[in-house]
């Protein structure tokens, strides 16, 4: 049987897949089974990556004993497994599988197996909808229920059982809505308010209901000035450095610059770049783009930002709830850096709130990456259509006054990339406190024209601060870009000590022009000026200048002398 074509997937361009049967058998036999990664674990991703681990080393033993093989189907797992163990992340595995299963038809004459797990991580990557569930005929699982009955379009959740329910005498079919909450739930064509008969039911009602149309209505419009406001920070601190967006069947794809890093990491570059809405051929394309992965920042990183919009709002509980989501208008492949990631494959987070009148409801502030149109949901209708597995439940305390989030930056890339957003939303929070605190304070859910002018205010003022932060931001010394020794990981310089050792080492752009295609001679002269980075910090310490913070030089040497014999 022929091979797949030597290629790497790391541009995302793969010929239509032919399976050599021994080798793709064998590696899907190592993985967890379809229906093991379907279950409602967190740990789907990183099972994924130990067992590929083993076969991995496995395939290193034959190779010594036996000889490099020269199949090319075991070369190109080999290539993505490597790639995935050295960056420590199943999701960038599972995303290149799946890219391979989009690449094509599964073919007819390949295993059982590998048409299950290639047929499996395709339904995944776009979007696990029910109706195409390839667990449909079984009765254990959990789409099953939905299979085949589940509308085809997605954008918005089908209508709520109360929105034709009359919540006076119970009658099915209601036609009337209070005006107070109707499609307080947003996307336009959803009514997800309380239905009525006639106005002799809703007047008879009333005084159940008010108390819980009051509170929708102001979670509404708290929630509309908070995500405002949310995603135009998350614009202004982007971290990937995009070439294209381009969308087709409901697949959008993200390029990330090749090179984009690379150079930043050694001109001493600001981590965080602006999002460019302009590459996206529609705005809700873009808008998915910018949310991908973006669920914990909303529910973690940026919690101050968040208490300053729920700490007034009457509320019983407010919970933090980890899942994998189904039912995806559209889907994210985002590429950056040779890696794939598609947003299905990695767990969502959302607040669910229940409010003081005890109506559950879903806050999904990133939701957008998913092609979801609503911000608020009932959490009820939202978990039977969005929610295809509960992987964690925690909750999150309102805080009534400002607590420090985890926004220091701490050198290490992977962390400061969300720290950035963490640090703007707390001093964010803190500047918009005054503004509605003391002699002048307003409600951030007033329903009249003071109120609503007061909001604009409020919105049209955080966006300026957003953009005059990310400014100065960019300007300081911690969040600047560099490579580690070991060329395989970047770091950031966190604090100023660190940044006054590295700003001798970076190249000016002539400099990193005249190396940039001579990449051996470019990291032999890095390594250089890192050496002497370090011996310059040493003479410091051994003259005892700045005593008190002598431990920390020597943490910080020893951490440069271990990635430079690493």
């Not at 229906?35 to 080393?57: F, M, Y």
């Not at 005929?137 to 939905?146: E, I, Y």
């Amino acid at each position: 049987m022929e091979n797949v074509n030597q290629t790497t997937i790391s541009n995302g361009t793969l010929p239509k897949p032919v399976f050599h049967f021994t080798v793709f058998e064998d590696f899907f036999h190592h993985i967890p089974s379809i229906e093991k990664q379907n279950k409602p674990r967190h740990n789907v991703a990183v099972d994924v990556l130990a067992s590929g681990r083993k076969w991995l080393i496995q395939s290193r033993d034959a190779a010594a004993d036996l000889g490099p093989s020269d199949d090319l189907d075991e070369a190109f797992l080999v290539g993505i497994l490597e790639k995935a163990v050295e960056k420590r992340s199943g999701v960038y595995l599972l995303g290149d599988l799946a890219l391979l299963a989009l690449k094509g038809p599964v073919p007819k004459d390949v295993t059982d197996t590998e048409a299950k797990h290639l047929r499996y991580y395709k339904w995944v990557a776009e979007g696990r909808k029910d109706e195409d569930s390839p667990f449909a005929s079984s009765a254990s699982s959990s789409s099953s229920s939905f299979a085949k009955s589940a509308p085809t379009s997605h954008d918005v959740l089908p209508e709520d059982p109360k929105a034709s329910t009359c919540g006076n005498c119970g009658t099915s079919g209601a036609t009337q809505n209070c005006a107070g909450c109707y499609d307080v739930f947003g996307a336009g064509n959803i009514s997800a308010g309380q239905a009525y008969c006639n106005q002799e039911c809703q007047k008879a009602h009333w005084d159940q209901h008010k108390s819980e149309c009051r509170e929708l209505k102001r979670l509404q419009i708290s929630m509309a000035q908070f995500q405002e406001i949310f995603e135009h920070l998350v614009a202004s601190a982007y971290r990937v450095a995009l070439a294209e967006i381009s969308e087709e069947n409901g697949l959008i794809r993200a390029k990330g610059r090749r090179g984009a890093d690379e150079r930043a990491a050694y001109l001493g570059k600001h981590i965080a770049k602006k999002f460019r809405y302009n590459l996206a051929p529609s705005r809700d394309a873009g808008k998915a783009v910018l949310m991908h992965g973006r669920g914990a920042e909303f529910v973690d990183q940026c919690k101050p930002l968040v208490d300053f919009f729920l700490k007034d709002l009457p509320h019983k509980s407010v919970e933090q709830v980890t899942f994998y989501v189904k039912n995806c208008h559209r889907s994210v492949w985002l590429e950056d850096d040779g890696s794939h990631t598609f947003s299905p494959f990695t767990p969502h987070q959302v607040l669910r709130i229940t409010l003081a009148c005890g109506r559950a409801v879903v806050v999904d502030a990133s939701g957008a990456q998913f092609g979801w149109r609503e911000v608020l949901s009932p959490w009820e209708t939202y978990k039977r259509h969005r929610v295809h597995a509960v992987i964690g439940e925690a909750s999150h305390q309102v805080a009534a006054a400002m607590t420090a989030s985890r926004g220091n930056p701490t050198g290490d890339f992977a962390h400061d990339a969300s720290a950035i957003k963490a640090l703007m939303a707390e001093k964010l929070a803190a500047y918009l406190l005054p503004m509605v605190a003391g002699a002048d304070t307003f409600d951030l859910q007033d329903l009249s024209p003071k109120g609503r002018a007061a909001r604009f205010e409020l919105v049209t003022s955080a966006k300026a601060f957003i953009d005059k932060l990310a400014r100065v931001l960019e300007k300081s010394q911690a969040f600047k870009l560099y490579f580690a020794h070991d060329f395989r990981i970047q770091a950031t310089s966190g604090n100023p000590f660190e940044y006054d050792g590295l700003k001798d080492t970076w190249f000016t752009p002539a400099e990193y022009s005249k190396y940039k295609r001579r990449p051996k001679k470019m990291k032999a002269e890095w390594v250089v000026r890192l050496e002497i980075m370090e011996e310059s910090l040493a003479r410091w310490a051994g003259r005892g200048r700045d005593l008190n913070r002598l431990p920390e030089w020597q943490k910080y040497l020893h951490l440069l002398r271990t990635r430079l014999l690493a």
